[in-house]
T-cell receptor
Framework: GEDVEQSLFLSVREGDSSVINCTYT??????LYWYKQEPGAGLQLLTY?????DMKQDQRLTVLLNKKDKHLSLRIADTQTGDSAIYFC??????????????FGSGTRLSIRP | DTEVTQTPKHLVMGMTNKKSLKCEQH?????MYWYKQKAKKPPELMFV???????INESVPSRFSPECPNSSLLNLHLHALQPEDSALYLC???????????FGSGTRLTVV
């Protein structure tokens, strides 16, 4: 079945890079996503990658996809206090239907220390 | 307009009440979703509407009743809820199932 796994916590020093990792099981996924959720708020789409790509960069964010190992990572360069949040990895396992479900990981809580 | 708007932001209701959550988007998206999120957990899919028709119901209890009056609106009607139904209810939309979901900020529901 479909499953997305992430580590629960990550603590980094302000200014360092943060790397959040994710593994998924469904090889048919076409979209892989990273969402950010701040306390009491909804989910904000940070970035996404097509499954036929290896890397995507968007300002401070770099997404790496290893299809062979079904491993996805999100790197945040120069981590700031405003990056404190829960980061959800997610996949869309049904690419050709008119409306598909997204499978979320359990979320990684990123905390920033001074 | 690139947002999904949910109302109300907060709702407290008794177990005998009937209330509705509302969701609206004007991005021309044809798929709309309801998710339930408990504290410190990922969102769980409840319902998916595609072209105003219910396409996915994740075995949600009948005390939750979705409605899609038109392509821009999605409602969730609530009746006889239990305290364990207290959660953040998130609405999302997408152009189609392959596109990224845009989420609203949610309705925080407390059942007393």
């Amino acid at each position: 079945g479909e499953d997305v796994e992430q580590s629960l916590f990550l603590s980094v020093r302000e200014g360092d890079s943060s790397v959040i990792n994710c593994t998924y099981t469904d090889s048919s996924s076409t979209y892989l996503y990273w969402y950010k959720q701040e306390p009491g708020a909804g989910l904000q789409l940070l970035t996404y990658i097509f499954s036929n790509m290896d890397m995507k960069q968007d300002q401070r964010l770099t997404v790496l996809l290893n299809k062979k190992d079904k491993h996805l990572s999100l790197r945040i360069a120069d981590t700031q206090t405003g990056d404190s949040a829960i980061y959800f990895c997610a996949e869309s396992p049904y690419p050709y239907s008119s409306a598909s479900k997204i499978i979320f990981g359990s979320g990684t809580r990123l905390s920033i220390r001074p | 307009d690139t947002e999904v708007t949910q109302t109300p932001k907060h709702l407290v209701m008794g177990m005998t009440n009937k209330k509705s959550l509302k969701c609206e988007q004007h991005m021309g998206h044809r798929a709309m979703y309801w998710y339930k999120q408990k504290a410190k957990k990922p969102p769980e899919l409840m319902f998916v509407y595609s072209y105003e028709k219910l396409s996915i119901n994740e075995s949600v209890p009948s005390r939750f009743s979705p409605e899609c009056p038109n392509s821009s609106l999605l409602n969730l009607h609530l009746h006889a809820l239990q305290p364990e139904d207290s959660a953040l209810y998130l609405c999302a939309s997408s152009q189609d199932g392959r596109d990224r979901n845009t989420f609203g900020s949610g309705t925080r529901l407390t059942v007393v």
